[in-house]
């Protein structure tokens, strides 16, 4: 059994010339990493082996979940039709690979994955899983045992607060109304606009601090750039910054605020490649002086694959930029982020780590019909898919 775990990948890929040549190889080498990550996709989508192709549904048909077993994530092209249409227009590559294979799951914390940051409630019901000791987790399970009628029976309150507690839509909204209850209270007590932090209590100070860090940071998503157990290093894919670089902008992309590493002569080089089209975006809030980082899917010279496998690259400033001069790349085919995240926490949920596709990471987050956010969550299905429908009937500003 083992032996035939090992011989999948390879084995049930669908057919695509580079990866047959590579199946070979895979024969007696076992698969590489790239093969490993889609492997995994499609064992997470199918709830088990049945998420891979097999002769019953060779045909290319979606397998069909067992009963009473959630249905697998939808299919790429129907989650954001809108999105995959500008993908099309910025990088025609990227798109048909997509197209073959844009997947998104929860993962481990990984190099070349995903950070999705969830909404408060999310979090807090997170919490209430998964940290009982925490004080919000303990009060919102403390607010559903009170809702539980009072001539239950022991053991029927455990039955129905382990229904409620499973119910991911319940446990959100009653999430919001404990966050929106304690932050109306907090602000019942502000004077001249300022509510004084020793009028509060150490819970409310510890509510008002995760308030304002989910506002903050609301919707990011983050590319893991390096992970150990040291921590971690992230830079936010979705929030550009600009479409179009001038001298000054190309200076602070390529310098930082440092003795400049590159000559004038290489600053306006760059701005001829990247001039007049540009991804540049604001990576996190620390390292916001240093030389801007460089993300892209091209092996170049002087770049570093992120994660064996992932086909992800950072690094090759010269090259990228000689690339785009001579035509042999396009200006969308790279990334710049200023700034970056560091050591950001997943333990108490107000980060998810998800495993994505290549080209859910590399593409251009500019000017999105539907947000990144929204199209990776719905891509892992499950409960995150659920989250982002809840959080998309806030929205009155998109048209999708």
């Not at 035939?4 to 199946?23: G, I, T």
């Not at 090259?319 to 035509?327: K, N, R």
């Not at 790279?334 to 593409?363: D, M």
Request: charged share 20%; proline share 8%; net charge negative.
């Amino acid at each position: 059994m083992l032996l035939l775990l090992l011989a999948a990948p390879a084995l049930l890929l669908p057919p695509h010339p580079s990866r047959a040549a590579r199946a070979v190889a895979c024969a007696s080498a076992g698969p590489t990493p790239e093969e490993w990550r889609e492997f995994r996709a499609k064992l997470i989508a199918g709830g088990g082996l049945s998420g891979l192709q097999t002769t019953a549904n060779a045909d290319g048909g979606a397998p069909v979940p067992p009963e009473g077993e959630a249905a697998p994530p939808p299919q790429a092209d129907d989650v954001a039709p809108a999105n995959l249409e500008l993908l099309k227009a910025q990088n025609e590559d990227l798109w048909n690979e997509y197209l073959l294979g844009g997947w998104a799951h929860e993962s481990p914390l990984e190099a070349g994955g995903l950070l999705v940051r969830a909404p408060l409630p999310s979090q807090l019901a997170f919490q209430m899983r998964h940290a009982p000791s925490s004080h919000w987790g303990a009060k919102l399970r403390a607010r559903l045992a009170a809702a539980v009628p009072s001539d239950s029976s022991a053991a029927e309150t455990q039955r129905i607060l382990s229904q409620w507690q499973a119910n991911h839509r319940y446990c959100y909204r009653a999430a919001e109304a404990m966050v929106e209850e304690v932050m109306a209270a907090v602000a019942a007590r502000a004077s001249n606009g300022r509510v004084a932090a020793a009028d509060l209590s150490e819970g409310e100070r510890q509510m008002v601090t995760l308030f304002a860090a989910a506002q903050e940071e609301w919707q990011q998503v983050c590319l893991v750039v390096s992970a150990s157990g040291e921590g971690n290093v992230c830079v936010a894919i979705n929030r550009p910054l600009a479409k179009a670089v001038s001298e000054r902008l190309a200076a602070l992309i390529l310098n930082g605020g440092a003795p400049p590493p590159h000559s004038a002569d290489v600053v306006s080089k760059f701005v001829r490649a990247f001039g007049e089209q540009a991804g540049v975006y604001v990576g996190g809030p620390t390292a916001q002086a240093a030389p801007a980082l460089l993300v892209h899917g091209h092996d170049l010279p002087g770049s570093t694959e992120l994660a064996p496998g992932s086909r992800l690259f950072t690094g090759g400033v010269a090259a990228a930029i000689d690339g785009v001069l001579a035509g042999e790349y396009s200006p969308l085919d790279f990334r710049w982020f200023i700034g970056r995240h560091e050591n950001l926490p997943t333990s108490g949920g107000a980060w998810r780590a998800v495993a994505c596709a290549r080209p859910v990471a590399l593409k251009q987050c500019l000017g999105l019909p539907k947000p990144l956010w929204h199209e990776v969550l719905e891509l892992c299905g499950g409960e995150l898919a659920e989250l982002s429908r809840m959080e998309l009937l806030k929205r009155d500003d998109l048209q999708l």
